[in-house]
């Protein structure tokens, strides 16, 4: 079984995007004027395959922005409560097979710009393959 990464993404986008209530966005365009959004910033993985001397584990860290306009952090914490519904939600892959999706840390804060505020949550996903 080849490795689950593009198919672990196409199906993440798409849980996110059912989940969420505003656009998400694998980059952003450079011409999005339209707030919230929420982002995959980047991802990174651990190989775990110690574990098994048959299968593949990894353990895989990824980031998500979410984007507001509106005044004060409530739709930010909105928007990430939405997110939290894919907290140990099954994602059926394409290759490899997607063990667990965890919701590991959330924050918000304000951007320097004083108008923007900002979301991050951070999904630790256990996937294996063959």
């Keep these: 079984m080849?490795?689950?990464t593009v198919a672990l993404h196409k199906a993440l986008l798409?849980?996110?995007?059912?989940a969420c209530s505003c656009d998400v966005?694998?980059?952003?365009?450079?011409?999005?004027?339209?707030y919230p959004y929420v982002v995959i910033d980047y991802m990174y993985s651990d190989n775990m395959d110690f574990l098994s001397?048959?299968?593949?584990?990894?353990?895989?860290?990824?980031?998500?922005?979410?984007?507001?306009?509106?005044?004060?952090?409530a739709q930010v914490m909105s928007i990430i409560s939405e997110i939290e519904a894919i907290n140990e939600q099954p994602l059926t892959l394409?290759?490899?097979?997607?063990?667990?999706?965890r919701v590991?840390?959330?924050r918000t804060y304000r951007e320097?710009?004083?108008?923007?505020?900002?979301?991050?949550?951070?999904?630790?996903?256990?996937?294996?393959?063959?």
């Excluded at 966005?25 to 339209?34: E, L």
């Excluded at 001397?53 to 952090?73: A, C, F, K, N, P």
């Design 53 to 73: 001397t048959s299968e593949r584990m990894d353990e895989r860290y990824v980031y998500l922005s979410i984007w507001s306009r509106t005044h004060g952090q």
């Design 104 to 106: 590991d840390r959330k």
């Design 112 to 130: 320097p710009d004083a108008l923007t505020f900002r979301g991050q949550v951070v999904l630790r996903i256990f996937t294996t393959h063959f």
């Design 14 to 18: 798409a849980s996110l995007k059912s």
């Design 25 to 34: 966005w694998d980059g952003v365009p450079q011409d999005i004027n339209s």
């Design 94 to 101: 394409e290759t490899g097979s997607c063990v667990s999706v």
């Design 2 to 4: 080849a490795d689950p």
